[in-house]
């Protein structure tokens, strides 16, 4: 099982929505990498909100597995690029 078998089909939105936000972050160079997933957090959390769902607990997990989504996503990317 992997992560995106619990991501609920229209919170996939989220992800890429999430890293551009990740991108400009980055770009503002005010905040250190290490904290950008921390700061994204809220972010995810607040859309799946604002998506509405079942229950306020629902979105919640939703926020934060897409939020783990986008992370580990861009993470895959980074690390598939490395040369070793």
Known sequence: MEIMDYII?????????LY??????KR???IKDKYIPL?????????SILMGGETII???IQGVLVTG?????????KQMQKEE
């Open 58 to 60: 629902n979105d919640i």
């Open 9 to 17: 089909q229209n919170r996939l939105i989220l992800i890429p929505v």
């Open 39 to 47: 700061f994204l957090l809220p972010f995810g959390i607040f859309f």
């Open 28 to 30: 503002t160079q005010f």
């Open 69 to 77: 989504a986008t992370v580990m996503g861009d993470q895959m990317i």
């Open 20 to 25: 551009i936000i990740g991108i400009f972050i």
